[in-house]
């Protein structure tokens, strides 16, 4: 091979003149110099992150505040498996508790338009308290038609003071 030939980067094979800018020989050895490049450039990453990380100092446990081990994940936020239990339960608890409070709220909301019911069954014997909505008294059809036909009565009434006011009485 003369100082003007060129060799393929991976086997070492004699490459074209043309085009100047070819590194390998073939499709084969263009993925395998892709694949070489790829990784040390993945390893460079972790190397810069783990530095990063060294360099950043010491994070610390979000439930007991110790700091966390230098080669821990980057989004690790607990240090040891009792603190991750330890927060769980927490959040656990938080959390019933927010719904509580939620189910304490609805509930006296609920209770000004309910009301608590106690339900025997009768062929099972079972009791039960239910939440039934609280209907706002509406009288019967017959007593609404009653309560119209007075207030129509007592139109007529006022009518005919008024008519016998003008008139005079028995002047109809």
Known sequence: MSDTERACVICGAEL???????????????ARLNYMRW???????????????????GRLCVECGKPLPPDANVQAKICSDACRRQRTLRLTHER????????RAERAERALRTVRVK????RTGEVRWEDRPLIPYNASPGQEYAKRRERLLEQERRNAAAINAVLGPGEE
Request: with cysteine.
């Open 39 to 57: 990784r040390a450039n993945r390893h460079a990453a972790a190397e810069r992150k783990r530095e990063a990380r060294l360099a950043q100092g």
């Open 119 to 122: 339900i025997t069954d009768l």
């Open 16 to 30: 074209p003149r043309y085009p100047a800018s070819r590194k390998t020989c073939s499709a084969d050895c263009r």
């Open 96 to 103: 019933g508790e927010r719904q509580a409070e939620r189910a």
